[in-house]
């Protein structure tokens, strides 16, 4: 595994060279079939990291939000977000992110999130440990932990738009909303570094993808987390509906997933 967590801190370095160089640049912005938007610097921060795994591991399976999947039936598979949150990207944010994160067996064994514009970095090992790099040029790592946070009335919520959620689910949201000590928007993926790292304590989102949570899983529940769907699964399988709960304890996720589940 030792080989595998340096060669995707390698990826995260070569997808941030791409990413920095087209930040906060004139550049044409589409629109994919989902309305979301996709940019260059998208598409060229991920052929750059399939090229690389292909040229290294060339019997593993690559998952990339913007390229697509061909299963070839290999028991290895890296899932690729190379930018989670275009639009904080294309509105000069720097809070966006990489995920990477490589499967076993569709289990995730270690996972990426990468903050190229702030320097900052988060790995997760599954039954190691998560670490924190403040600076990603040779700066020393910190041991993550959660908050421990398991009183709902004094956590911090955060979430990356409340447009994400439809109208079913937007009640079931406002629920857990109305009981946080503070509730914030934006964040896309760092919300989930800050979590594991000790900062804030509840995580809400929907509409998601598969390559928007498999990087997020080692991270968060080797720093001691819980990270689930709204009905306390973490197996994020081809029926998960895109709903995801992360939380700094399991009495904190117990009472947020009360509340999403109206119970």
């Known amino acids: 595994m030792s080989e595998f967590v340096q060669f995707a801190n390698e990826l995260a370095d070569e997808s941030g060279k791409v990413i920095r160089k087209y930040f906060r640049s004139k550049m044409t912005i589409e629109d994919k079939e989902d309305e979301s938007p996709v940019t260059i610097a998208d598409r ?18 690559i998952l990339g939000e913007e390229h697509g999947y061909v299963p070839t039936g290999s028991r290895w598979k890296w899932v690729l977000d190379p930018i989670d949150g275009t639009r904080s990207f294309v509105a000069g944010m720097p809070i966006f992110g ?23 970095r988060w790995v997760g090992i599954p039954n190691q440990e998560s670490l924190y790099y403040p600076d990603q040029q040779g700066g ?19 979430s990356a738009d409340p447009g994400m959620f ?17 509730l ?18 509840l995580v809400v989102e929907a509409d998601l993808k598969i390559y ?7 991270v968060i529940e080797n720093a001691g987390g819980v990270i689930t769907d709204w009905q306390g699964n973490n197996s994020f399988d081809d029926d998960w509906d895109g709903c995801l709960l992360a939380a700094a304890s399991q009495k904190l996720h117990a009472q947020a997933l009360s509340l999403l589940q109206n119970t």
């Open 98 to 120: 990489t995920l990477i994160s490589l499967l076993e067996d569709e289990v995730p064994q270690l996972g990426i999130i990468d903050i190229p514009m702030l320097g900052e």
């Open 140 to 158: 020393k790592p910190q041991l993550c932990k959660v908050s421990g946070q398991e009183k709902i009335e004094k956590s911090i919520l955060y």
């Open 44 to 61: 060229q921060t991920e052929t750059v990291m399939r090229d690389m795994i292909s040229a290294k591991y060339p019997d593993h399976d």
């Open 166 to 182: 439809n109208t079913s689910q937007k009640p079931h949201f406002d629920r857990v909303a109305a009981q946080v000590k503070m």
């Open 184 to 201: 914030r928007f934006g964040g896309d993926c760092y919300s989930y570094g800050l979590l594991s790292s000790g900062h804030i304590d």
């Open 212 to 218: 928007d949570v498999m990087a997020l899983v080692p």
